[in-house]
């Protein structure tokens, strides 16, 4: 029996691609970080999807996502997509994509980030040689969000949510 646990414990090291009901909440996405805080070959980390705001991620989780991301710099995929996570959650978030050199997608969609999370996330895109996509549709950035977004990604970056 034991050998068998072993065999699944040594498999998920080998996990590239992690999918995450967006509805499992903050407690949730914590209980999946520290399950995953030794796994590195996670290139495709998804919490995005449809919940109802009481069982989304929030900035909590989305803090808790960008510890996971310090510890695991290579994704290239990231969506938290409908979390609610704020701009305290984007800001934790645009802070730990400092140490990312090979993001090429992030989607930030439909979470509330104000002009504060967009600007925090404008510095660190703003180092970005690699993205090639951002969404930030419905985040109310304002005119100052918006402007400073569009101005920090490389012109080949598609972006998706400016206005």
């Not at 992690?18 to 509805?23: F, I, K, N, R, T």
């Not at 984007?90 to 992030?106: G, I, P, Q």
């Not at 930030?108 to 993205?131: D, F």
Request: net charge negative; proline share 3%.
């Amino acid at each position: 029996m034991s050998n068998i646990v072993d065999l699944r414990l040594s498999c998920i090291h080998l996990l590239c691609f992690l999918d995450v009901v967006a509805s499992v909440g903050s407690e949730g996405i914590d209980a999946v970080m520290t399950a995953m805080a030794s796994v590195r070959t996670v290139r495709v980390l998804n919490v995005g999807g449809t919940a109802p705001p009481s069982q989304t991620i929030g900035a909590s989780g989305a803090t808790v996502v960008a510890n996971y991301l310090r510890l695991n710099p290579r994704i290239v995929d990231l969506n938290l997509e409908a979390n609610e996570i704020g701009p305290v959650g984007a800001t934790a978030v645009a802070e730990s994509l400092a140490f990312n050199t090979d993001l090429t997608s992030l989607n930030m969609s439909w979470n509330s980030i104000g002009p504060e999370g967009a600007v925090a996330l404008a510095r660190t895109l703003s180092m970005s040689s690699v993205l090639q996509t951002l969404h930030v549709v419905g985040n109310c950035m304002g005119i100052d969000g918006s402007r400073a977004l569009r101005h920090s990604v490389r012109e080949e970056c598609k972006v998706f949510g400016l206005a």
